[in-house]
C-alpha cells in the first residue's frame, strides 16, 4: 500500500497557499514536505465522515472502527461514536476521545482508550481523505463537512440500524386509532442487539414495567431496506418465526423515537427508546463497532402521509 506523504490534488492549493511548504510534483499529484500543512487539511473541516463501506484491508483502527465522525481541532481528537445525541454533542463534534500530533503527510493519534496509532494522510479530493494504518494495513476514507452543512439527519437514516441498537429495548408508546387490528398491536418491546446479526426479539408485557423483568416472547429476523429513490425512507421487516413477517415504514421522529407504519394495516405506532447504550472511548465492554453494511433496495412508493 501507500507509504507516508501527504498527497494533494490541484483542489487543495488554494487552502495551503498561505502557509510555507515545499512541494514535489509526482503523476499531477503533490506532496507536502511540511507537518504544519498536514495539521491545516486534517484542522480544515469540522467533521470528517467516516464512510466505513470504503474501507480497504483486513485489519482495523478501534477508534475509527467505532466513530461516524472524527475531528481534528488544535491537538485534541473529537469523536461522534453515537447518533443519539449527534449534532448536539461537543457543539456537534462528539466527545474529546485524545490527542494528536502532525508529522510529514502523517498524523499520530493518541486515544484515551486505544492508544498511539499512525495514520498516513492522503488527499483524494477536495474533501475527502484516506487515512492509512500501516501496522493493520487498512485504509479509511472520510469525508469532509463543516458543522453548518452537516446533514446529521442524513447520517441516522444511512447508519439506521445502529440507532436501533443504541438503546436496550423500544418501547412501544403510541399506537393510532386509525388502522385494521392486527397482531403486531399485542407487541409492546422490540430489541435490537447490539452489532448488526439480523436478529430481534419481542415482548408482550406491560408497558413501563422494569427492562431487567421483561420476558421475551418472540424472536426472529429483520431487514432493513433502502428505497428506490427516497433517500429519506427506510423499510423494515420483522420475520417472525413460524408466524410470518410484518411490514413497516421506518421513520426517525428524534434520537429517542421512532415511527413504525405497518402498511397493510394503516396502523401507526411510536416506540421509545429504553436504556441508552452510550458508546465513550472504548467499544470493549459492549462489543460496538461500524461494519459494512449494505442494505437490500425496495422498489415501493411511500405509502405514510405525512
Known sequence: MKIGK???GIVLIGLLASSCYTEVIVEDEYITESPINTALVLESYDLWYVDINATKGSGEVPFLQRAFTISFDRGVVYANNNLVGIGKTGNGMGIDVGSYGTLSGVVE?????DGLWLLEVYALNSNTLELYNPYSDTS???RGYQSRNFDYDQVFYDNIHYFLQEYQVWEKTYTSEVGAINEFDEE???QFPVNY???FRSSIDAPGIPLNTLEWDYQGNYEVYDVQDDAMLKTLTLDYDYLGNDYFELYVIDDST???YHVSSGTIYEFSGRGYMQYLKSGNDTGKKRTKVKNPIMNVVRQRKM
Not at 109 to 113: C, I, R, S, T
Open 6 to 8: 501527504l498527497l494533494f
Open 258 to 260: 421512532i415511527e413504525l
Open 188 to 190: 409492546n418491546y422490540l
Open 197 to 199: 446479526d439480523g436478529s
Open 140 to 142: 479509511y476514507v472520510v
Open 109 to 113: 493519534v493518541d486515544h484515551d482508550a
